[in-house]
């Protein structure tokens, strides 16, 4: 697929050497050899994302401005109160789990923490998993970017599955251990997106 099915053959040698400096694909970024760019107007986007860019124009998404998306820090707050959120319920959880192994403590009898330690570890990383995947599936936000007005589509505006859900929560991971650069992208990205954002395809707007 490129610009050469839409227009009338190859063109001449002439009309590519002019032509002849690449380009940046408008939605993915992606630099883009000169016979390959589809243009609209001012804007160059890939073959690959042209289908997307079509369906973006017809939903009037087609200027930079028209879609607010959700910034570094706003998306740090919405972040902070997640984590807050998750470390109340893991709280309780703990409290929850070490009862039984509290109560179960005989004198002279080592107790039996170790078990309880994984127990707790396994259900908190469920926890942490289901918190995200549920609520981005179901609402498209965190308790935390809804309480920042914020909302995770997919490029073309739609709503994110379960799987993208999941898919995500495991992309951030991959944000984060490599010391945190693909949240540190967001700040530097038009689209202000993260490398998980990359990875699975999702915008993060202002509502
Ligand atoms: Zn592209």
Not at 30 to 49: E, H, S
């Amino acid at each position: 697929m490129s610009t050469m099915d839409q227009g009338s053959g190859f063109p001449p040698p002439a009309d590519r050497a002019g032509n002849a400096s690449s380009g940046q694909c408008y939605l993915c970024g992606q630099t883009i050899p000169a016979d390959l760019m589809v243009r609209f107007g001012d804007t160059v986007v890939c073959a690959g994302c042209k289908p997307r860019y079509l369906q973006m124009i017809q939903q009037g998404l087609n200027k930079p401005g028209e879609r607010r998306y959700g910034g570094f820090w706003i998306r740090f707050v919405a972040y902070l109160i997640d984590v807050v959120a998750l470390s109340v319920m893991n709280v309780i959880l703990g409290l929850l789990l070490a009862t039984p192994f509290i109560m179960s403590v005989r004198p002279g009898q080592p107790p039996v923490f170790t078990s309880a330690a994984i127990i707790k570890l396994i259900l908190g990383t469920v926890l942490g998993l289901t918190y995200f995947i549920f609520f981005v599936g179901k609402y498209g936000a965190t308790p935390g970017k809804m309480a920042c007005g914020l909302k995770i589509v997919t490029s073309d505006n739609g709503r994110v599955s379960y799987m993208r859900a999941l898919g995500r929560y495991f992309a951030q991971i991959l944000s984060a251990i490599i010391l945190c650069i693909g949240y540190l992208m967001i700040g530097f990205d038009r689209e202000k997106r993260g490398l998980h954002d990359r990875i699975c395809d999702t915008r993060v707007v202002a509502k």
